[in-house]
Nanobody
Framework: QVQLVESGGGLVQAGDSVRLSCAAS????????LAWFRQAPGKEREFVAA????????YNADSVKGRFTISRDNTKNTVYLQMNSLKPEDTAVYYC???????????????????WGQGTQVTVSS
């Protein structure tokens, strides 16, 4: 079992920056890829970014290209999402997810991930 706990969300203004964190506990040594998804009201949950155990990254280029950066600290079992130049359309609940299978590139479909956090709300005002 793996537990994921997100933190760092809140209410910000357009153009601001926010860093989300996701702390993993439990059988963390079995986690290969960690990812961030987000879900806006009335929309499907969408892939944002993922990072492998060794630091390889994949982004949803259409929505976050050049603005978001995913990183990982394996010593702390934590993954981060640095979000810059935030826009109102970035408003969503952001979820952390873990893929327990050794594969790359990271998958973008939510059903490919085994464990999920409870989510953290990010609201960007215009």
């Amino acid at each position: 079992q793996v537990q994921l706990v997100e933190s760092g969300g809140g209410l910000v203004q357009a153009g601001d920056s926010v860093r989300l964190s996701c702390a993993a506990s439990g059988r963390t040594f079995t986690i290969y890829n960690l990812a961030w998804f987000r879900q806006a009201p009335g929309k499907e949950r969408e892939f944002v970014a993922a990072i492998s155990w060794s630091g390889g990254t994949r982004y949803n280029a259409d929505s976050v290209k050049g603005r978001f950066t995913i990183s990982r600290d394996n010593t702390k079992n934590t993954v981060y999402l640095q979000m810059n130049s935030l826009k109102p359309e970035d408003t969503a609940v952001y979820y952390c997810a873990a893929d327990m299978r050794d594969r790359w590139p990271a998958r973008v479909e939510r059903y490919q991930y085994d464990y999920w956090g409870q989510g953290t709300q990010v609201t960007v005002s215009s």
